[in-house]
T-cell receptor
Framework: EAGVAQSPRYKIIEKRQSVAFWCNPISGHATLYWYQQILGQGPKLLIQFQNNGVVDDSQLPKDRFSAERLKGVDSTLKIQPAKLEDSAVYLC??????????FGPGTRLTVT | AQSVTQLGSHVSVSEGALVLLRCNYSSSVPPYLFWYVQYPNQGLQLLLKYTSAATLVKGINGFEAEFKKSETSFHLTKPSAHMSDAAEYFCAVRVGADSWGKLQFGAGTQVVVTP
């Protein structure tokens, strides 16, 4: 079974630029999550989708972050414009019916 | 609200020694608890989970954890550390009583294994 795929793995941008991350969850997983992991901290949930609907985006900075999940499969997370404090690893996860979440390798974003 | 606290941001153990990572939780509902491991430049991998069945949970790579309601704890142990256990470990609790499964993670414990 293929795991959660994410791209790119690394991205370096200047502040005020825009960036997008892509996630392909495990086939058949209806629930998809985006987490932000700042160095030295645990992952923090940004947004959660159930199929292509948003379940929870209470922690998403909506003035600069957006996410979509078209057709209930792939998802993209966008930041526009980026700030220095957005430097982090962005993790995508998908969930089976058995409660556990499966994580992708993450995208490491550096904002200079 | 649900939360977890991991005691100790760094732990150093000798190869062959006991690994003990501490996690205490706070939950207003019966908790679902998880331990994840993260190797450098990789995503998180599930080690084990507690979902209200047996209080002693066995996971992958020889790890196990015991749910103790009276102590609100879910500590992770491994009898004998291997060099390959060097990684960061995260305890997490499911937030809310619904089935959506949002997780609240602790700050993590970095494990260093010395020869």
């Amino acid at each position: 079974e293929a795991g959660v795929a994410q791209s790119p793995r690394y991205k370096i941008i200047e502040k005020r630029q825009s960036v997008a991350f892509w996630c392909n969850p495990i086939s058949g997983h209806a629930t998809l999550y985006w987490y932000q992991q700042i160095l030295g901290q645990g992952p923090k949930l940004l947004i959660q989708f159930q199929n292509n609907g948003v379940v929870d985006d209470s922690q998403l900075p909506k003035d600069r972050f957006s996410a979509e999940r078209l057709k209930g499969v792939d998802s993209t997370l966008k930041i526009q414009p980026a700030k220095l404090e957005d430097s982090a690893v962005y993790l995508c996860a998908s969930r089976a019916e058995t409660h556990e979440q499966y994580f992708g390798p993450g995208t490491r974003l550096t904002v200079t | 609200a649900q939360s977890v606290t991991q005691l100790g941001s760094h732990v150093s153990v000798s190869e062959g020694a006991l690994v003990l990572l501490r996690c205490n939780y706070s939950s207003s509902v019966p908790p679902y608890l998880f331990w994840y491991v993260q190797y450098p430049n990789q995503g998180l991998q599930l080690l084990l989970k507690y979902t209200s069945a047996a209080t002693l949970v066995k996971g992958i790579n020889g790890f196990e954890a015991e749910f103790k309601k009276s102590e609100t704890s879910f500590h992770l142990t491994k009898p004998s550390a291997h060099m390959s256990d060097a990684a960061e470990y995260f305890c997490a609790v499911r937030v809310g009583a619904d089935s959506w499964g949002k997780l609240q993670f602790g700050a993590g414990t970095q494990v260093v294994v010395t020869p």
